[in-house]
């Protein structure tokens, strides 16, 4: 064996070409794609204006509109989620608009970069990263706007960055007792997770990204858009073309696409949309529920302090605060050893945290897999807080209870 087809890790040698057939992908996107799923891209694509791939759109149309619990339009496309989170703005505002943004993570902060880059009159409420937004601010200050000035209250359902779940339900009865702004949301990582009732809670716009709950690659976003929200966009005076959702909206009542959509990547969705219908919705949210149970129980059991409470928990990502050990020397070790990837913290905590994804095509076997790995790598870094196998029983016990 050469030195390029194998490494050494103390006095364990190891082949190269495995360890990289093993990647598994535990960050809160991209996410992992089940086998059906990446076949599906292997078909030659087919012209998007054929009778063939229309009948896919209103296959794949539906079962957006059921994964969103709404009779809104759901829009498909080419973008990033912050493609996707750009349209949310652009449609239905205009330059000097008032607007709230919640923020405490990356994400919130993105929301109000994109709105200050359209010159909207942005009012941000924060909470410190690793807490959830307050309700109550945002009570105050729809209270306090008589003349309804505010147009949307902008926020991010799960603050991907610090694993966070802001409470959305219990900001928007707020916004609803306000009555005239839109809710806009960003559900990139609560989609497909959580349960998310657009048409229940009246959401006006909601956001989302394909690498994330729906099991595909990137290069997908997803708009859903409220009739509230439509009677808003003819108001709309932000520029806008490539983004314009009317486009969308006009198509997609077609069962088609203004622009050339990435058609492989809609074969991909289809088959990733009927997965999630054979699971069910309740299953789904169950499994992701159940998994953050058994990773939360498994970091305190090793002695892994978590970086946000039990109540405010993201279904989608953990966060770890570890604190004998340096977050990427951890990182860096389950990827070495493992071939796991781990998400490390963004912005002012980088270096601080480490992220566990389970977000989409995650198994109990997965979680299993990355505590194992994790007691494995904290042990071979001297951390020992903890017995051996105590992280493996405490996730085993909640896996299994249900
Ligand atoms: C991933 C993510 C996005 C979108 O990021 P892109 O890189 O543009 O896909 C937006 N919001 C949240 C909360 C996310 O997790």
Redesign the pocket.
């Given at each position: 064996m050469g030195s390029l087809s194998s490494f050494k890790i103390g006095r364990v040698v190891f082949a190269q070409a495995l360890m990289d057939n093993k990647l598994m992908l535990m960050i809160?996107?991209p996410t992992p794609i089940p086998e059906k799923v990446l076949l599906a891209q292997a078909k030659h694509p087919i012209g998007h204006r054929s009778g063939e791939f229309s009948e896919i759109m209103g296959e794949v149309t539906e079962n957006l509109k059921w994964l969103h619990q709404t009779q809104n339009d759901v829009l498909v496309l080419s973008a990033?989620?912050?493609?996707a989170?750009e349209a949310a703005i652009i449609n239905f505002l205009s330059r000097g608009d008032r607007v709230l943004v919640g923020s405490n993570g990356k994400?919130g902060d993105?929301w109000a970069q994109i709105c200050q880059a359209f010159g909207l009159d942005t009012q941000i409420i924060t909470a410190q990263w690793g807490k959830p937004l307050d309700p109550a601010d945002f009570q105050q200050a729809l209270a306090a706007d008589t003349d309804k000035a505010i147009k949307a209250v902008i926020i991010?359902h799960?603050?991907?960055s610090t694993g966070v779940l802001n409470s959305l339900e219990a900001i928007n009865t707020h916004v609803k007792a306000h009555g005239e702004a839109l809710i806009v949301v960003?559900a990139?990582?609560s989609l497909g997770a959580y349960n998310l009732p657009t048409d229940e809670l009246g959401l006006d716009v909601v956001g989302s990204?394909s690498?994330?709950g729906y099991m595909i690659p990137?290069g997908l976003g997803f708009v859903s858009v409220s009739a509230k929200a439509w009677k808003a966009y003819e108001q709309a005076t932000l520029p806008k073309f490539y983004l314009d959702l009317g486009k969308y909206q006009k198509a997609a009542a077609k069962n088609s696409n203004p622009f050339t959509p990435p058609i492989s990547l809609v074969f991909a969705l289809q088959t990733a949309l009927q997965m999630m219908k054979a699971e069910g919705l309740g299953s789904i949210f169950a499994r992701h529920d159940r998994q953050k149970r058994a990773t939360r129980a498994a970091m305190r059991a090793m002695g892994q302090p978590l970086f946000t409470s039990d109540a405010a928990a993201s279904p989608a990502v953990t966060a770890v605060m570890p604190q004998q050990v340096d977050a990427e020397q951890i990182r860096s070790v389950m990827k070495k050893r493992f071939n796991i990837a781990l998400a490390g913290g963004q912005d002012q905590l980088k270096g601080q945290i480490f992220r566990i994804g389970h977000l989409g095509f995650v198994s109990d076997r997965d979680i299993l897999t990355v505590v194992g790995a994790l007691e494995a790598t904290l042990f071979e870094l001297g951390a020992d807080g903890s017995a051996a196998g105590a992280g493996i029983a405490a996730a085993s016990k909640i896996l299994m209870a249900s």
């Open positions: 809160p996107g990033s989620g912050t493609g989170m994400f993105r991010t799960s603050e991907t960003d990139v990582t990204g690498q994330k990137p």
